[in-house]
């Protein structure tokens, strides 16, 4: 099992996402704490790059980050995936 941390400011942005959005972050989080932080199974993921990993749910993504403790999720928002932060 893997420790899963949501930083506040992205609880605070999960808070304001549709329910069909909050239900796949649930989700995610399920495969994170029972599968670790590679996700190749859900949609658009890819590594970035070191520790950190991402996927789409829909226009919303989630970012995350392997630590020594365990997982730390950043929910972002992007208008359009061309002006995405990564």
């Known amino acids: 099992m ?5 930083k506040p400011s992205a609880e605070r942005r999960a808070m304001k996402m549709p ?13 994170l704490k029972t599968k670790g932080p590679v996700q190749p199974q859900w949609p658009n993921y890819s590594k970035l790059g070191g ?3 991402h996927c789409h749910l829909s226009y919303k993504w989630v970012c995350w980050e392997e630590t020594k403790t365990g997982v ?8 359009s995936r061309e002006s995405a932060p990564y």
């Open 51 to 53: 520790n950190k990993h």
């Open 72 to 79: 730390q999720i950043e929910v972002y928002y992007a208008g």
């Open 19 to 31: 329910e069909a959005q909050k239900k796949l972050l649930i989700m995610l989080q399920g495969d």
């Open 2 to 6: 893997w420790k899963v941390n949501i």
